[in-house]
């Protein structure tokens, strides 16, 4: 099982200093032998408001570390063209000699669609398009499309990435026909437990792996998990730890929570709610969570939570980070996630 870093929702600090807990955790990530960081696509909300463009921050980790992948969770496909996808992450591929990776969606929410509106009612088919024509335009060859005067014109995009294929996940927030659709296209799987448990996942990852083409390559196969993650000496330290950011984390992003998983509250609109009914489903929350949806406690609970994860196929956990914990702690508990990843990797090796 590999380990990566994934960044999503709090940037503390202005300027710089809100980027200081991404490069210090992907340098530590890079020297530390995790396998990759992504860093999503998020727009008009506080809540994961400062990675507007994963390319931008991608480009700027590519020049800070050496070895670890880069990637993003997720680009969201319809609401760019598809040549200046290829075009800005060939940038970042030659920047970091060949280690770019994109997980792409479908997005949801309307008011991003501002910047494409009219993809919104179609997002689903954009989609599939865009991330073949972003795979043809990857391998060098040329791709027709409309000019200003409607025209179809060949190109063929610059400059041309060091990666002669694209490694290409699909995002998914708990659909099955989503993961049916991975594999049909012969892509990688990022997901979540937001609406889902871990039965469920099983199930739709074996749908997944039967719905890939033989001979499928790169990504495909590969299921990434991103969790919640905090690790420490003593699990009710943590607990307390991690209580009042995350649950101030869920507080500010109840909204996209609900939406994500309409199993929290089936029907409930969080606009309508009072104070105590908010602060109801927000405890409600945080319980589920720590004990069931994340990498939290210490390093002996998060082995079981990894035998958990690995009998239901898990590849990969994408650990996220920044979910409003003090940065100086967030970077001095990845000490205790690479004590895990190596307390893995030598269990493994030992069987």
């Known amino acids: 099982m590999h380990f990566s870093l994934f960044y999503f929702a709090d940037g503390q600090g202005r300027g710089r200093d809100q980027y200081r807990l991404l490069l210090e955790g992907a340098r530590f990530a890079d020297t530390h032998g995790f396998s990759a960081v992504w860093t999503p696509e998020r727009h008009f909300h506080e809540f994961g408001g400062q990675y507007p463009n994963p390319a931008v921050t991608g480009a700027a980790l590519a ?89 179809a014109v060949s190109v063929r995009t610059y400059p041309a990435p060091v990666q002669p294929e694209l490694p ?7 659909s099955p026909e989503t993961f ?7 892509l990688g799987v990022l997901t979540h437990l937001l609406g889902q448990d871990l039965d ?29 993650t905090f690790l420490g000496a003593d699990r009710d330290a943590v607990r307390e730890k991690v209580r009042r950011p995350f649950t101030d984390y869920i507080r500010s992003s109840i909204g996209l929570i609900m939406k994500a998983a309409g199993d929290i509250l089936p029907g409930v609109d969080p606009n309508e709610l009072d ?26 609970d998060g082995l079981k939570t990894l035998e958990r994860l690995e009998a239901v196929g898990i590849d990969e956990v994408a650990c996220l980070i920044d979910f409003g914990v003090d940065p100086d702690e967030v970077l001095a508990a990845l000490d205790q996630l690479d004590r895990l990843k190596n307390a893995w990797a030598a269990r493994g090796a030992g069987s």
Request: hydrophobic residues 40%; proline residues 3%; negative net charge.
């Open 168 to 174: 290409v996940w699909l995002t998914s927030a708990g």
């Open 63 to 151: 020049t800070t570390t050496e070895r670890v992948a880069i990637r993003a969770g997720s680009v969201v496909g319809p609401l760019h063209h598809p040549v200046r996808i290829a075009e800005e992450w060939s940038v970042v591929d030659n920047l970091s000699e060949g280690r770019v990776g994109l997980s792409f969606a479908s997005g949801w929410h309307a008011n991003d669609f501002v910047l494409r509106p009219e993809n919104y009612a179609r997002r689903k088919e954009v989609l599939t398009e865009t991330i073949e024509t972003v795979r043809r335009l990857w391998r060098q060859e040329s791709v027709e499309l409309p000019d200003g005067d409607g025209t």
């Open 180 to 186: 049916r659709q991975a594999g049909e296209l012969g």
């Open 200 to 228: 469920d996942l099983a199930k739709k990852i074996a749908l997944y792996r039967g719905s890939l083409p033989a001979g499928a390559s790169g990504a495909a196969g590969q299921v990434a998990l991103m969790l919640h």
């Open 275 to 300: 104070e105590d009914d908010l602060e109801f489903l927000v405890e409600r929350s945080f319980d589920r969570y720590f004990d069931n949806g994340g990498l939290f406690g210490t390093v002996e």
